[in-house]
């Protein structure tokens, strides 16, 4: 898999059947190791030994229903009161980030409501900070540590 633009992290991998998967720390499973999956997983460690939010509170890969559709949102992390604080949409190194992967977290974010979102393909990051009550959003250089 390529380098990306995050610090360097260990990864525990493994070849079965003639495919790599890769250790989510998370769900606590191996999972098919495919290019969106790289980017999660530096994602994920970049929560949790970068940013220093508890596992606890990060939620990987579950279904939402948006518009009666189900979709599944990539990495949520919440804050300890159970609401949302940060909602990330991962995409592969090779996939450019559009105003469609905008318009598409900000779908999920409509019906979740975080406090601020993170848009990334490993190569770019942007991250904004959300005010519900205007519907604005401001972008910002990083998002915040965990601090509670």
Request: net charge positive; hydrophobic share 35%; glycine share 2%.
């Amino acid at each position: 898999m390529q380098d990306l633009n995050f610090p360097p992290y260990s990864f525990r991998i493994k070849n079965s059947q003639n495919k790599q998967y890769i250790f989510d720390g998370i769900r606590k499973r191996f999972v098919v190791l495919q290019p969106e999956e790289w980017v999660r997983q530096h994602v994920l460690r970049y929560l949790v030994f970068t940013k220093n939010y508890p596992k606890s509170l990060i939620n990987v890969e579950k279904q939402l229903t948006v518009n009666k559709l189900k979709k599944r949102y990539d990495v949520v992390v919440f804050n300890p009161d159970g609401s949302i604080f940060l909602l990330i949409e991962c995409k592969a190194p090779e996939v450019k980030i559009t105003q469609s992967t905008f318009d598409q977290i900000a779908r999920y974010n409509y019906q979740l409501k975080a406090e601020y979102l993170m848009v990334t393909n490993g190569l770019g990051h942007y991250y904004c900070e959300m005010d519900h009550t205007n519907e604005k959003y401001r972008f910002l250089e990083d998002i915040p540590d965990f601090s509670r």
